[in-house]
């Protein structure tokens, strides 16, 4: 069968043949240069709520990520975001077997995998609709860094990797919950605020970025887990990266220390 070559299927340099918004003023993921950050006193801590709840989610393999829709009520508001945002979906980026692989980099420095929660205003009914305002999406960005040891917060998750292999696979992951997946609220004081897009296409600049600056500990073989899954032309599913984008004028923000 015929199978057209859409967005994922060609790369990063030739996203902007089909969608133009890929080449405009406001793209993520950049390069965080820490001494250009603004320290801003609205950056308070971010207020979460559901996190803690546990759930049942359904982890997919969409041919070019892994993602687990969250299917009850979690927000985010505080910390100088204009609206109550709730989460939609999360995802991962990753290298190689634990090799570079997030799209935010600090002072150029790439970390092995990176996690989005993609939240959407709460206002707005779909993620279709939330993508037509400017800040109508707001996701979470955190970091992981190898540790020796494992991270038994993450064995549940894993262990779901290897029934996701191939692309349209899913499984249910029964009870996880949001605030797992993540650092603890003392170690999330500390971030980077800016306004970009989408990092795959359509690109769409409607996007207010929160990157938390400390990493989230996961083995090298929990992070080479990752590159066991395949993507839609069944090659590994490795370096699910976009470079980082130019800042355009842009400033980062960044919360007190
Ligand atoms: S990200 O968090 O900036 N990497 C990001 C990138 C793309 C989406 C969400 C978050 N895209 C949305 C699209 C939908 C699509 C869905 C699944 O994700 O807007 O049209 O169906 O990829
Ligand atoms: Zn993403």
């Keep these: 069968i015929q199978v057209t070559c859409e967005s994922h299927c060609k790369g990063p340099d030739l996203w902007h043949e089909a969608h133009r918004e890929c080449m405009s003023h406001r793209?993520?993921?950049?390069?965080?240069v820490t001494k250009k950050t603004r320290l801003d006193p609205r950056l308070t801590p971010l207020e979460f709520s559901g996190y803690q709840e546990a759930f049942s989610g359904i982890l997919k393999n969409n041919g070019h990520s892994v993602t687990?829709?969250?299917?009850?009520?979690?927000?985010?508001?505080?910390?100088d975001l204009r609206a109550t945002y709730k989460a939609v979906q999360f995802h991962f980026h990753w290298g190689e077997n634990?090799?570079?692989?997030?799209?935010?980099?600090?002072?150029?420095?790439?970390?092995?995998?990176?996690?989005?929660?993609?939240?959407?205003?709460?206002?707005?009914s779909t993620l279709q609709d939330a993508l037509k305002a400017p800040s109508g999406v707001?996701?979470?960005?955190?970091?992981?860094?190898?540790?020796?040891?494992?991270?038994?917060?993450?064995?549940?998750?894993?262990?779901?990797?290897?029934?996701?292999?191939h692309t349209n696979d899913n499984t249910t992951i029964r009870s996880i919950s949001l605030s797992n997946l993540i650092l603890s609220e003392g170690n999330m004081t500390k971030y980077y605020r800016y306004n970009g897009s989408l990092t795959t296409p359509p690109c769409t600049e409607a996007v207010v970025w929160t990157v938390f600056e400390n990493p989230i500990p996961l083995s090298k073989d929990q992070l080479s887990a990752f590159s066991n899954l395949k993507f839609h032309n069944n090659t590994p599913m490795v370096k699910t990266f976009r470079p980082v984008q130019?800042?355009?004028?842009?400033?980062?923000?960044?919360?007190?220390?």
């Design 68 to 79: 687990v829709s969250v299917p009850h009520m979690a927000t985010v508001g505080g910390g």
């Design 98 to 124: 634990g090799g570079p692989g997030s799209e935010h980099t600090i002072d150029g420095e790439q970390y092995p995998m990176e996690l989005h929660i993609v939240h959407m205003r709460q206002d707005f």
């Design 246 to 257: 130019p800042h355009k004028g842009r400033f980062v923000h960044r919360s007190g220390s």
């Design 138 to 165: 707001a996701v979470l960005g955190f970091f992981y860094e190898e540790s020796r040891s494992s991270n038994r917060k993450y064995d549940g998750f894993i262990e779901a990797l290897n029934k996701v292999e």
């Design 27 to 32: 793209q993520s993921p950049i390069n965080i």
